[in-house]
C-alpha cells in the first residue's frame, strides 16, 4: 500500500490566492482527517470526515477555509484568498473503524508571501 | 487551557540514558492513549497505545493514570536514532473519533 498521498509537498503562492491541497487516503480507510501543524500552535485539527461525510469542522479556521471529499479516495482543502498566517505544515490522515492508529501523509509545507 | 499539555522540552540527554516524557489531559471522557513520533520535517507516525495497564514495548514503557488524566513515557537506553519529538495523543470521548495532539516534547540524544 502506497499510504496516503498527499500533493503538492510544498506550495508557495502570494497573498490573496487560491490554494489548493489534495490527499488521497489509504485504499478501505473511511475515516480522514485534515491537520495544520504550526511551531507556535503544534498539531491542530482542522475537519474530518466519516464515510465522506464532513463530521467535525469546528476547527476550521475560518470561511476562508473549506474541504471537500467527493468520494472515498480522495479529498481537497482549500483556502480562498490565503494570507500569510496560513503558512504551516497541513497534513492529511486516514484511519479505518476497526483501528483507530491514524497514518499520516508526508503533508503539503504551504508558504504564503 | 490546552486540552492536551507536555513538556516542550528540549531533554539533551546522553546515548544509555533513561529519559521521561509526561503529559496531561483535560477531557476525563477522553477513551484512548497513544505516544506518536514525529522526526524532524517528516510526518507523525504512531510509536505506542498506552494502556490502563501499563505497557511495554522493548526500551519503551507506556503508563496512564486515569483517575490523575496523566501519561507517561520512559525510554531506557537512549539511542542516537530516539532523538526525535513525541507527541502524546488521546482519542476523545464516545462518537469522537479524531485525535488531539499535545504540542510535543523534543529529545535529543547525543553521542
Known amino acids: 500500500d502506497a499510504g496516503v498521498i498527499q500533493s503538492p509537498r510544498h506550495e508557495v503562492t502570494e497573498m490573496g490566492q487560491e490554494v489548493t491541497l489534495r490527499c488521497k487516503p489509504i485504499?478501505?480507510?473511511?475515516?480522514l482527517f485534515w491537520y495544520r501543524q504550526t511551531m507556535m500552535r503544534g498539531l491542530e485539527l482542522l475537519i474530518y470526515?466519516?464515510?465522506?461525510?464532513?463530521?467535525?469542522d469546528s476547527g476550521m479556521p475560518e470561511d476562508r477555509f473549506s474541504a471537500k471529499m467527493p468520494n472515498a479516495s480522495f479529498s481537497t482543502l482549500k483556502i480562498q484568498p490565503s494570507e500569510p498566517r496560513d503558512s504551516a505544515v497541513y497534513f492529511c490522515?486516514?484511519?479505518?473503524?476497526?483501528?483507530?492508529?491514524?497514518?499520516f501523509g508526508q503533508g503539503t509545507r504551504l508558504t504564503v508571501v | 487551557r490546552k486540552e492536551v499539555e507536555q513538556d516542550p522540552g528540549p531533554f539533551n540527554v546522553p546515548e544509555g540514558a533513561t529519559v521521561a516524557f509526561n503529559c496531561t489531559y483535560s477531557?476525563?471522557?477522553?477513551?484512548?492513549f497513544f505516544w506518536y513520533r514525529q522526526d524532524c520535517r517528516k510526518e507523525p507516525k504512531l510509536l505506542m497505545s498506552?494502556?490502563?495497564s501499563g505497557n511495554e514495548d522493548g526500551r519503551f514503557t507506556a503508563q496512564l493514570n486515569r483517575a490523575s488524566q496523566y501519561i507517561s513515557l520512559l525510554i531506557r537506553d537512549s539511542k542516537l536514532s530516539d532523538s526525535a519529538t513525541y507527541l502524546c495523543?488521546?482519542?476523545?470521548?464516545?462518537?469522537?473519533?479524531?485525535?488531539?495532539f499535545g504540542s510535543g516534547t523534543r529529545l535529543q540524544v547525543q553521542p
Open positions: 485504499s478501505g480507510h473511511d475515516y
Open positions: 495523543v488521546v482519542k476523545g470521548g464516545t462518537g469522537r473519533r479524531a485525535l488531539t
Open positions: 498506552v494502556y490502563s
Open positions: 470526515f466519516n464515510n465522506n461525510v464532513p463530521i467535525d
Open positions: 490522515a486516514s484511519s479505518s473503524t476497526r483501528n483507530t492508529e491514524a497514518f
Open positions: 477531557n476525563s471522557a477522553s477513551q484512548s
